[in-house]
């Protein structure tokens, strides 16, 4: 299970932007799915996004479709979240994970996004 450190996150206002970046410690090519998850107070952990090693398959949860955007660049080791139009209920603690860290239950410190005016 490589390490992943996620950065991007902070404070926007609605309707505004950020791009959330997770670097791998080390490769992330033989990990087929990678995805982001988000998880706000009092609520349990939610899958937001998938993508496969070669980005032929990607998934969005309802409530992103048309305002999230994943992408992988497994030469770089990374994965981003594009997040566009936010709203209030985007805030929340977004983490990346492996299909593998996710059925282990590890995951990494996350990156804190709010969207208040």
């Known amino acids: 299970q490589v390490q992943l450190v996620e950065s991007g996150g902070g404070l926007v206002q609605p309707g505004g932007s950020l791009r959330l970046s997770c670097v791998a410690s080390?490769?992330?090519?033989?990990?087929?799915?990678m995805g982001w998850y988000r998880q706000s107070p009092g609520k349990e952990r939610e899958r937001v996004a998938l993508?496969?090693?070669?980005?032929?398959?990607?998934n969005y949860a309802d409530s992103v479709k048309g305002r999230f955007t994943i992408s992988r660049v497994n030469a770089e080791n990374t994965v981003y979240l594009q997040m566009n139009n936010l709203k209030p209920e985007d805030t929340a603690v977004y983490y990346c994970?492996?299909?593998?860290?996710?059925?282990?239950?590890?995951w990494g410190q996350g990156t804190q996004v709010t969207v208040s005016s």
């Open positions: 994970n492996t299909d593998l860290g996710v059925r282990k239950n590890i």
């Open positions: 080390g490769s992330i090519s033989s990990n087929y799915l």
């Open positions: 993508i496969s090693i070669g980005g032929g398959y990607i």
